[in-house]
C-alpha cells in the first residue's frame, strides 16, 4: 500500500539535445525510494555544491530496473557539471568503467587514467553491481 508519493525537483536544465522523453524535470519519490531522496537532497538543493560533490564522491547508484537511478544521476551530473565545470564530474556505468579501465591496462596507460580520475571532484558510478 503507498501511503505517500512526493516529487523532488531535479536541479540543472535539461539539455535542448536530448530527446524530449528522456529526461524528465523531477524525480517521484515514493515509500521505495523514500531513503534515497532523504539522504541526496542536500545534493539537490544545495547552493554551491563542491563540499558536497567531495563527501558523495564516488556517488554509487544501485537498485532495481526502473527505479530511477539512471534519471537521478544524470540530473544531478547534469547540476554539478554546470556548477563545478564539465571537467570535473565523471558518470559512469559500471560496465563502462570496466571497459575504460581495461581500455587503459591494455594501452598501459592505467595509471595516467587512474590519476585523471583522481583529479576530479566527483565520480558518479551506476550500476556497480554489474562491475
Not at 540543472?12 to 528522456?22: E, H, L, S, V
Not at 564522491?57 to 551530473?77: E, R
Request: hydrophobic share 45%; proline share 5%; glycine share 8%.
Amino acid at each position: 500500500m503507498i501511503d505517500s508519493v512526493t516529487q523532488l525537483d531535479l536541479p540543472g536544465g535539461i539539455d535542448p539535445q536530448q530527446q524530449a522523453g528522456n529526461a524528465l524535470p523531477c524525480f517521484i519519490v515514493g515509500p521505495e525510494n523514500r531513503l534515497l531522496a532523504v539522504a541526496l537532497a542536500p545534493l539537490v538543493e544545495a547552493p554551491s555544491l563542491t563540499d558536497q560533490a567531495r563527501r558523495f564522491s564516488p556517488l554509487t547508484l544501485v537498485g532495481d530496473s526502473g527505479s530511477g537511478k539512471s534519471h537521478l544521476a544524470g540530473a544531478l551530473a547534469r547540476r554539478w557539471k554546470k556548477l563545478l565545470g564539465a571537467e570535473q564530474v565523471e558518470r559512469f556505468t559500471a560496465v563502462d568503467f570496466g571497459r575504460l579501465v581495461h581500455a587503459a591496462t591494455s594501452d598501459g596507460v592505467l595509471a595516467d587514467y587512474r590519476e585523471t580520475l583522481w583529479q576530479r571532484q566527483l565520480i558518479i558510478l551506476e550500476d556497480l553491481q554489474n562491475l
